[in-house]
């Protein structure tokens, strides 16, 4: 009769937690966002923030418009990600500190649902963040591309999913808040240098230039250089698309993975 | 006849747990009868939160038997059954409190309807109708752990596991809201387990464990307690216990005593 408890780290978990229910899901991104919302002060630095910048830069490159064309296009890339990185490990990384994670975990809530739920949150934030960028750069700073601005959108939004995965799985790391942002250095900025913006990819030493590979940063960035170049959809934006995309996703489960149902 | 009763709410042998290295609970043996308000009292650091964490299944490295409510504790079929509230709030202090319980009403799968009068019915029950519209982070402590106390109401949970859900209160609302215990045991039939160090809310329980160290000191009602130990109050039958335990520890004077455990 008596049953004994699996230990440690609860190693046997019954599939019936792993399914995914919608419901939850969207339950899970609406508090997200009801949380945002009594948070104005965020969401105007979220939303403003990346169009302030982008002014900036427009008027650094005064007399030089075609570098603002393709350093602003990456820029419009690499927000999303950015703002998403952080407030995902920051949002993340208070669940597990004020036991609401710990709490929702021994609900009938499954990890899958929590993880897309805020997936789900950000990537509407992202979406309204990177309309608001592109419709900026588009018609007020004239930045000038060939393609279709839904396809700016697309990579920032793919962007912002690979930012809040990575911010998912960081905040697994963090104790402190402290520790949370210092990760948006160590993760993003080795990205940022080489993903190509400061100097063209293949120009970097062979070695760095082979880790730039295995950056997703680099394929967003790649993407937006096609979307900038060339009228229609090209192969090299569907592969990076899809880098990115793919990226996003197997963060997601690794970041998914490290939410314990059981902590010591 | 025998064979029709329903398991014990909570059965546990020779469970072990520990934390940071240490054997934090050892070889803990009691039962929590069904519909029972149980009280789980001991000194601060004697392992009340580590048995309640166990129960709830957020424990890591517990070995021994546990089961609750007959299956092994951390089943996710048990999510649903069992309320648990943690010593500090577990809400979400950017959210109003309709808005926390109305979240954690979804993640129950409670259907639209039920979830709205469930909510309303918890914060009739925790005295917060007058500031359900008010962010849980500006109230006071008292009311911020009524709002979590809230949210394990929800559902209405065959288990209720409560982490000293009275710390900080005042006596009107101690008293008012060890009647709700009471009355959810006597109307739903409701099995309440609830941890305090204030031994006077003990006599307010049917049943007390009493903890020491990360053993268990007795288990029984308030008035055999009193009459075993031959003391007038359950703060003196502890004090009593636990210096019978501490004189069994002690390698001598030989002192006849086992380690004092009364048995029901
Ligand atoms: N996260 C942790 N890691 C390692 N040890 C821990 C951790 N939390 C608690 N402990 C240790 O486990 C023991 C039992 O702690 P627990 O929190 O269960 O006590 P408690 O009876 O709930 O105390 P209190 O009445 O103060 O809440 C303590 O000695 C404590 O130091
Ligand atoms: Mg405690």
Known sequence: ??????????????????????????????????????????????LLLPVLLLVLLYYVFDADRRSFDSIG???????????????????????RTTGTLERLLAMPLGKADLVLGYALAFGVLAVVQASLATGVAVWALDLDFAGSPWLLLLIALLDALLGTALGLFVSAFATSEFQAV??????????????GLFAPRDSMQPALEAVSHALPMSYAVDGMTEVLHHPDVTGAFVRDALVVAGSALLVLVVGAATLRRRTT | MMNNHPPPAVRADGLHVVRGGRQ?????AFTVPRGSVTGL????????????????GTQARVTGTLEVLGRPAG????????GYVTQSPSVYADLTARQNLDYFAAVLGLPGAERG???????????????????????????????????????TPELLVLDEPTVGLDPVLRRDLWQLFHRLAEERGTTLLISSHVMDEADRCERLLLMRAGELLAEDTPEALRRTTAEGTVESAFLHLVDRARAADEPWPAHTGQKGRTTP
Do not use: N, W, Y
Not at chain 1, 75 to 91: D, E, K, Q, R, Y
């Open chain 1, 1 to 46: 009769m008596s049953t004994r408890t699996r230990t440690p780290h609860g190693a046997t978990e019954p599939v019936t937690t792993r399914a995914l229910s919608p419901h939850r899901t969207l339950a899970t991104a609406r508090r997200v966002l009801r949380q945002l919302s009594h948070d104005r002060r965020t969401i105007a630095l979220l």
């Open chain 1, 73 to 95: 296009a990456s820029l419009l890339g690499i927000f999303p990600m950015i703002t998403m990185f952080l407030v995902t490990s920051i949002a993340t990384l208070r669940e």
């Open chain 1, 182 to 195: 210092q990760f948006m250095p160590a993760v993003i900025f080795p990205q940022l240098l080489l993903c």
């Open chain 2, 24 to 28: 934090v609970l050892t070889d803990l």
């Open chain 2, 41 to 56: 009292l001991g000194p601060s650091g004697c392992g009340k939160t580590t048995l309640m964490r166990a129960i709830a």
């Open chain 2, 75 to 82: 089943s996710a079929a048990l999510r649903p059954r069992l």
């Open chain 2, 117 to 155: 009068r469930q909510v309303e019915a918890a914060l009739a029950d925790v005295d917060l109708t007058g500031r359900a519209d008010s962010l849980t982070g500006q109230m006071s402590g008292g009311q911020r752990s009524r709002v979590s106390l809230a949210v394990a109401l929800l559902g």
